[in-house]
């Protein structure tokens, strides 16, 4: 399912197949996203400079499948998506 401004919400075995598709590093970045990160905030937390977090956030939005179009914002839907897989791991 692709995330957009008409669509913005995932059914949340949708957003665990997502999430698990990620690599460590991936999940690390989203998880700070999901927590008010800022692409600087992320890469002081991991050691990464912001062109690499920039280049994370790419795949992710790539892999979630989250189109750039007007009126939407990628990284509250990647983080969106992520707190759906929280609520359906916790069993919320």
Do not use: C, W
Request: hydrophobic share 50%.
């Amino acid at each position: 399912m692709t995330a957009t401004a008409d669509s913005p919400d995932l059914a949340r075995s949708d957003a665990a197949d997502l999430v698990a598709a990620l690599s460590a590093r991936e999940a690390d970045v989203l998880a700070l996203l999901a927590n008010g990160y800022s692409n600087r905030g992320i890469g002081a937390a991991l050691a990464l400079s912001e062109r690499t977090v920039e280049a994370y956030l790419t795949t992710i939005f790539q892999k979630f499948r989250i189109e750039h179009a007007p009126g939407t914002n990628r990284r509250v839907l990647a983080a969106l998506v992520y707190l759906d897989y929280l609520d359906g791991s916790l069993g919320v």
